[in-house]
């Protein structure tokens, strides 16, 4: 019977000239139908005051509805016993109170998912079946018959209290899901069934979304956990790879790209704090970054002849080495507990256009860890260590270079952002560090890549082209990056041809300039959320103090001293500032880790984003919602 | 190549139609021959990929075996092989340079319409430059003319002047008509006329003419740099390449290679800006050589964008000879070694390939053809002549 239901209400569908989308196991593209009306912030409140409120929104989302709920949120027409499900979303008919009021606003609707005790369990695929206004004054009899529904009264106010999901379609049994997300709904369905399990909404991170927990827990000697797991596995889906790059650009915003739009939704729950694991992000070697840099100056300060009026000692050098050592010890190995537990994650993070750029900053570090070795440890380095460090920038480069030569969508004309100088500082840096262990071929050629790649970066910054997605509108602390590059450049041609000649000043000085610019501007810094990937963000300030010490030896006066002296103040200061904010947030405020929203995006835009942004923001206005709501097609006709 | 040869002789045989029974069969003959010829005509100038190749494998061989100051481990290889291979070489090239060249005039007088298509097509106008960089190359790689005599000298200005003109018109061109140009049009095979600069420039240096040399130098690098720029720019809309020209990205490390070798020649020894091109050419050449997805859909079918392959790999060899020349080690010795077994090996699977599927090499149709009702057009010309 129901399916003839479902027969008659395509059929009606295609002659009102509604969107009638089914979506089987392998997912067909949903399109969002084009009408919509909304509900107004009444139905809403009443809507989230059923269902706890609109901070757990989300949860309410990715999770079955509590039972009591079911009573009255299970008004749409849930059917079960087809192979799928099917989920019917319809809204309200016209004739309903609710519109008269607001016909402006557009309607979102989604259904809600009943839980086992009303006897429905998906089992494989979910068919979902939208439906537009025009449809449910047509179905509106026929909806209510199903016998095995609570609900009978669907033309209630309240009614357009449909939870909507993030469809994951498309599942596979057994196959083993390395590197695949599997369906996260699915995951969240049994919970409620199995309280006393651990908690599963995070699997679809983990690495084979969760076998190898799973195994290393039967190692230790767990109890077994019942066959649902196998059933679990069996019913994920595993298609799902990471997002496309589109959606990176589509669901986020900001200048680092971390920030969901309002229109979106995660797949993890944002109102728990997710495993410590999860929330570590590549930025964290930032901090590496940033306090081995301040070891490398200090160093400089101490030998350099024309500084040594200020009478620096080594040991500040010694023991800033000692701690970046740590730091650099600690976060690797915290990082390769996430690879091992969390790879899908950090795929994930790969695949983020700004992310992967922080691919790079561990390989930096450790060349400066080597380049601030403090003269007491050792004098001499080996070259292998040289080979062995650039080893990885070497490959990475390969693969993100090519891609803006060659990939599709991850073209530099989209992609562009200041991040991106991080994956060109690091030719620079073995550069310097090679030709500062006496090599001579090799560092010439990461020389010569870097230049050439950061010219066609620097001017594709500079173009600011419209069909640039990443680009920060507003000044931010990444902007220092710019800095970076040229200041290393100019110390590493220096240190390859043997002294401060032409092309180091050149290249000095356009890093000065750039400098200048940006310290000038310093009031746009201001307002921002702190981040870990600040810390990245103070190396170039440290790079362009030790390049003008360097230019002091060279050139030594009062003013390119007293230069060196206030540069270097500058960046120790921005350094301890960045610390005592860190201890804060870590100690104090405990956010130092927020969730990582950015890598926890859906796969496809969620379907009804526009009342998911009503509901976040009840009072935001429909202004606001248009202005976030993501393009289609960022690119731009040119 | 052999079924050209067969088919020169025969054009004789089209004159006026007599008025005799057998008018039929002479029309028959005509329209064969009218067919055939229209056939000739469709090369367009992509085909000189294949002079290009051969010329640059010339003057590779010609570098390879030029006495050195030391032993290197490549040379006494090089010296066992007869002299006579070397030379078979080069008429092979200059062969088919000729004949090309020949079919290419033929093509300008009997389908001018295509010609100018093929001015204004953004792939096509960049071979243009390929016929003048083969005979450069050749001339450089000539075993019996030395850089210093007047023959030399005038081939020279012949060859380079076309250069000069084709620079004016298509570098005015991104200068004047603007974005729409060069952000729309920029595509990989634009280098070739950065390229047909830079041989020019060495080419000159070689004869002791280094302001000249200096200034097509110059003016090849100043346009790279706008060039490399705007191609990993990849703005978006810009004409893409069809998949079946991917083999045309190898032109990435053809045009710092051949930089590198210019500044060699320009500044007497291969110093710190010779190494930098030419270590960003091996770059780009490990990149794109990692990337085999990128050039799976052009290796399905034999066609001439495969002859694109060998050209950018014999510059690359030569740059490493150079190379190895300047740093006396081990590895550069090697890296010569296996770049130029490379290029040769990879020149000789494409003469392989052409002499074997030489009916996949032929052209089946002209792409430049304005509409295919003027193909009929073009058979009129040739009943009056």
Same mark, same amino acid.
């Given at each position: 019977m129901l399916v003839t239901i479902l027969e008659e209400l395509s059929h009606q569908m295609e002659n009102k000239d509604l969107q009638v989308q089914l979506s089987t196991k392998q997912g067909f593209p949903e399109e969002l139908p084009s009408l919509l009306k909304c509900i107004t912030s009444q139905t809403i409140a009443g809507f989230d005051s059923v269902e706890c409120g609109g901070m757990n929104y989300q949860t309410q989302l990715v999770t079955i509805p509590n039972p009591q709920e079911d009573a009255t949120a299970g008004k749409g027409l849930e059917a079960a016993e087809l192979h799928g499900q099917v989920n019917v979303i319809f809204g309200p008919p016209p004739s309903s109170p609710v519109e008269a009021t607001d016909c402006h606003e557009p309607h979102a609707i989604s259904v809600s998912m009943p839980a086992s005790p009303s006897g429905l369990h998906i089992v494989q695929a979910k068919k979902v079946l939208f439906i537009d206004k025009a449809g449910p004054t047509a179905i509106d009899g026929q909806p209510n018959q199903p016998s095995d529904s609570d609900s009978i009264n669907s033309r209630q106010p309240q009614q357009g209290k449909f939870h909507s999901q993030p469809i994951s379609a498309g599942n596979s049994c057994g196959k083993p899901t390395e590197g695949k997300v599997s369906d996260p709904f699915e995951s969240q369905l049994r919970i409620p069934r199995n309280d006393s399990q651990r908690d599963k909404r995070f699997d679809p991170f983990k690495t084979w979304s969760g076998k190898l927990e799973r195994q290393l827990s039967n190692l230790r000697g767990k109890p077994q956990e019942p066959d649902l797991e196998a059933a679990n596995d069996c019913h994920s889906a595993e298609n799902e790879t990471v997002p496309a790059v589109d959606r990176y650009f589509d669901a986020l915003e900001g200048p680092e790209l971390d920030t969901l739009r309002a229109t979106e939704v995660s797949v993890l729950p944002e109102d728990k704090k997710w495993p410590f694991l999860l929330r570590f992000p590549i930025s964290s070697f930032g901090m590496c970054l940033g306090v081995s840099s301040q070891a490398i100056l200090w160093k400089t300060l101490a030998i350099s002849p024309s500084m040594s009026f200020l009478h620096v000692s080594l040991t500040v050098n010694l023991v800033l080495w000692c701690i970046s050592l740590a730091l650099m010890a600690t976060i690797f190995l915290i990082y390769f507990l996430k690879i091992i537990f969390f790879f899908e994650a950090v795929r994930r993070e790969y695949h983020h256009p700004i992310r992967v750029?922080?691919?790079?900053a561990p390989w930096i570090a450790c060349l400066f860890l080597v380049l601030g070795l403090p003269p007491s440890v050792t004098v001499n380095v080996h070259a292998a260590i040289w080979y062995v460090l650039m080893a990885p920038i070497f490959c990475l480069e390969l693969k993100i270079y090519g891609q803006w030569m060659s990939g599709g969508q991850r073209r530099l004309s989209k992609v562009a952002n200041p991040s991106n100088h991080l994956s060109i500082v690091g030719n620079f840096v073995g550069a310097l560090l090679g030709a500062s262990m006496g090599l001579k071929e090799g560092p010439i050629f990461f020389f010569a890549v870097g230049l050439a790649h950061y010219t066609v970066l620097f001017v594709t910054l500079y173009q600011?082209?419209?069909?640039?997605?990443?680009?920060?509108k507003e000044l931010h602390p990444?902007?220092?990056?710019?800095?970076a590059a040229p200041s290393v450049a100019c110390m590493a041609w220096a240190k390859i041809h043997g002294d401060f000649d032409y092309g180091s000043r050149i290249a000095y000085f356009i890093a000065m300039f750039l400098y200048a610019s940006l310290a000038v501007r310093i009031n746009f810094f201001r307002g921002f959320r702190f981040s870990l990937a600040w810390w990245a963000y103070t190396f170039p300030m440290t790079g362009a103090a030790v390049a003008t010490i360097k230019y002091s030896m060279e050139v030594t006066n009062v003013l390119t001293q007293s230069l060196s002296v206030g540069l270097s103040a500058i960046s120790t200061f921005t350094v301890t500032a960045l610390l005592v904010s860190t201890i804060i947030h870590a100690f104090?405020?405990?956010?130092?880790?927020?969730?990582?929203?950015?890598?926890?995006?859906?796969?496809?835009?969620?379907?009804f984003s526009k009342k998911l942004a009503h509901l976040r923001?009840?009072?935001?206005?429909m202004k606001d919602i248009e202005a976030s709501l993501p393009k289609n097609n960022p690119e731009l006709e040119l | 190549m052999e079924e050209r040869e067969q088919q020169l002789?025969?054009?004789?045989? #089209? #004159?006026t139609p007599r008025q005799t029974p057998t008018t039929g069969l002479n029309i028959v003959a005509t329209s064969k021959v009218l067919a055939w010829l229209s056939n000739l005509t469709r090369f367009h100038a992509g085909y000189f990929r294949i002079s290009l190749s051969l010329c640059g494998q010339a003057l590779l061989w010609k570098t390879l075996s030029e006495p050195t100051t030391d032993a290197h481990a490549l040379r006494p290889v090089i010296h066992t092989l007869p002299s006579a291979a070397f030379f078979f070489l080069w008429s092979l090239a200059l062969f088919s340079l000729v004949a090309l060249c020949l079919l290419y005039a033929v093509r300008c007088l009997f389908r001018f319409e295509s010609i100018k298509a093929e001015l204004s097509h953004h792939v096509g106008m960049n071979y243009l430059f390929a016929p003048w960089i083969s005979w450069l190359l050749l001339l450089e790689s000539t075993p019996f003319l030395h850089p210093k005599t007047a023959s030399y000298l005038v081939l020279w200005w012949v060859f380079s002047v076309p250069i000069f003109v084709l620079d004016v018109k298509i570098y005015g061109q991104w200068f004047t008509k603007g974005r729409k140009l060069l952000s729309m049009a920029a595509n990989p095979t634009s280098q070739i006329s950065v390229i047909g600069n830079l041989v020019g420039a060495r080419a000159a240096a070689r004869m002791g003419w280094r302001e000249s040399a200096l200034c097509m130098f110059s003016l090849g690098m100043a346009h790279y740099l706008v060039l490399f720029v705007t191609l990993y720019q990849r703005f978006v809309g810009s004409n893409s390449l069809p998949a079946m020209l991917r083999p045309v990205f190898f032109l990435f490390f053809a045009a710092p290679g051949m930089a590198s070798l210019a500044w060699d020649s320009i500044s007497g020894t291969f110093d710190n800006a010779s190494k930098m091109l030419f270590f960003l050419s091996l770059f780009l050449f490990a990149s794109l050589v990692s990337r085999p997805a990128l050039f799976r859909r052009s290796m399905r079918r034999f066609n001439v964008a495969w002859w694109a392959y060998s050209f950018p790999l014999t510059v690359l060899a030569l740059a490493a000879t150079e190379y190895a020349q300047e740093v006396k080690g081990f590895i550069s010795d090697a890296l010569m070694l296996v770049l130029s077994v490379l290029s040769a090996l990879v020149t000789l699977a494409l003469l392989v390939f052409t002499f074997l599927k030489t009916r996949d090499l032929l052209p089946h149709d002209d792409p430049f053809a304005p509409s295919s009702s003027m193909s009929t057009a073009f058979v009129m010309p040739t009943l009056q002549t």
């Open positions: 750029n922080f691919f790079f600011r082209l419209p069909t640039n997605a990443t680009l920060p990444v902007f220092f990056l710019f800095v104090i405020l405990h956010d130092l880790f927020p969730n990582d929203i950015s890598i926890a995006i859906t796969q496809k835009r969620p379907k923001s009840a009072s935001s206005d | 002789p025969i054009t004789t045989n #089209s #004159s």
